[in-house]
């Protein structure tokens, strides 16, 4: 195993059950305390990080990847004026989890240069004007300037409160550079900026990190993915399933928290396998939430959340079925929520946990089963998102966790009567896909062991249900299953 990832998962240990303490005040010009350092407000600086962000991407395009879209002059940044934002084209996993990921750098120009969260947003905002109107001879997209500037706020503060955990100015020689070098890859921007500041070697008495020590549980788990080709068929595609589940900070530690001082973040990967390497990346953040009840072992907590959702899949060459199984994403998405918990203690040997969320979708999408257009094959909208999750652990070894989320998307512009899609020009297309809407579900039951040296075995079962309904195709309804076996590492 890689020396770094070992570091990675030890750093993350040291992090788990700590819990938050009170801090003397702190002087905002005397950036240190034993515990937090405030960063230095460079709005300035980060505003040209971003318009360098930019550039270099741009460059890369032009010079290195020569793509199309990259040759531009003063007559392509007139037109893109001049015609105004579309609803584009682009792959699926390029809107909805490469865009994010884009503002992410936007994003943390600004945090890794002093500004808070909120101050942050408008920089992925101007950052995606930026290269929609200028460093692309494509018209802008509405879809990357809302996906870039909000999905990017959540992936940026993430990154940005993730790389804080294995800042420690105090540390020296391998250790400090094997700190550096990670804080980097999970924060390309950070890791510049200390670079450029010269923090990334600078001796200091504290860990010179921007947050107070919160508890975090990492979980890594591998093993083998069966992925049916529909609902009660034993024909589908096995790969190699890689799942990452991390938990930041406690809800119910504070009477108040602001933003992201709680977020959950969980992800796949498939290996040696036909379906995407990305195939689910799922993100809850706190914009802001309060303890509202309190008793003995038990809590209720409620607020408003940000969530980011993004679920893909293929079926192999030579399948029976010409559909795919389900691609289903809430890029742009805010609601409120209520967690519940309940802790063991000497009478009880249960942990029980409960959260519901409701969610307006500002920019979602899912399959299309006609429309076939450049490379879109999915139709994007909006509308609405409802979530539980509940779970038990008995004795802290055995755990059994049910977790439903049901997607409603509308999709609002399309052609007004029935199209030939393999007929339409892609630069004069301008809508969201076929007018429609789709009911998207997605239901799992996982059962966990834990061992007392920390590692698990678990089996997971996942059924997919979508029913669109088509205002000029027939309707289609559509279901599939998964199920994997894993073995993992929690820290």
Do not use: C
Request: aromatic share 16%; net charge negative; charged share 20%.
């Amino acid at each position: 195993m890689n020396k770094y990832l070992i570091l990675f998962l030890l750093l993350i240990g040291v992090e788990q059950g700590i819990h938050s303490q009170n801090f003397p005040q702190i002087d905002a010009r005397k950036y240190e305390s034993d515990s937090i350092r405030i960063l230095p407000k460079r709005p300035w600086l980060a505003a040209s990080e971003a318009f360098g962000v930019n550039m270099l991407i741009w460059g890369i395009d032009r010079y290195v990847a020569k793509a199309d879209f990259a040759y531009i002059n003063f007559n392509t940044i007139k037109d893109n004026f001049r015609k105004g934002p579309v609803w584009d084209t682009d792959m699926f996993s390029t809107n909805l989890v490469a865009h994010p990921y884009h503002g992410s750098l936007y994003f943390n120009t600004a945090r890794s240069n002093g500004l808070n969260f909120w101050q942050s947003v408008p920089y992925n905002a101007a950052g995606s004007f930026m290269w929609e109107f200028f460093m692309e001879n494509e018209y802008p997209s509405i879809n990357d300037l809302m996906s870039t500037t909000f999905g990017g706020a959540v992936l940026g503060e993430i990154t940005f409160r993730l790389s804080d955990l294995f800042i420690d100015d105090r540390t020296t020689g391998a250790e400090r550079v094997g700190r550096e070098i990670l804080t980097g890859i999970i924060s390309p921007i950070r890791g510049i900026n200390r670079l450029i500041t010269g923090d990334s070697w600078r001796y200091r008495a504290s860990k010179g990190r921007s947050f107070r020590s919160v508890p975090v549980t990492f979980e890594l788990n591998m093993g083998p993915r069966f992925l049916a080709e529909q609902e009660a068929s034993s024909k589908g595609t096995i790969g190699m399933h890689l799942g990452m589940r991390l938990d930041y900070g406690d809800p119910f530690n504070d009477d108040f928290y602001s933003p992201y001082e709680w977020f959950q973040l969980r992800a796949g990967l498939d290996f040696i396998s036909d379906q995407p390497m990305i195939n689910q990346v799922n993100a809850i953040g706190a914009l802001w939430g309060k303890t509202i009840w309190t008793k003995g072992n038990r809590g209720l907590t409620t607020g408003i959340f940000q969530h980011f959702d993004y679920y893909d899949s293929q079926l192999p060459d030579g399948s029976s079925r010409e559909v795919v199984p389900y691609r289903i994403s809430e890029a742009v998405a805010f609601g409120g929520g209520l967690l519940f918990k309940q802790s063991a203690d000497e009478n009880d040997k249960v942990d029980s946990y409960a959260e519901l969320y409701l969610n307006g979708i500002a920019l979602g999408a899912s399959v299309s089963d006609y429309m076939k257009v450049d490379d879109r094959d999915y139709n994007m909208g909006s509308g609405y998102s409802f979530k539980f999750s509940a779970g038990v652990t008995y004795q802290k070894q055995w755990s059994f966790l049910l977790n439903l989320e049901n997607y409603h998307i509308y999709t609002w512009k399309g052609y007004d009567t029935d199209v030939d899609w393999s007929t339409v020009d892609p630069e004069t297309l301008n809508v969201q896909g076929d007018k429609s809407d789709a009911r998207l579900t997605v239901f799992s039951s996982k059962l966990i062991y834990y061992s007392k040296k920390k590692w698990n075995l678990s089996i997971t079962n996942r059924y997919f249900s979508r029913k669109t309904d088509y205002r000029y195709h027939q309707d289609v309804t559509y279901s599939t299953y998964d199920v994997m076996l894993s073995l993992g590492m929690r820290i």
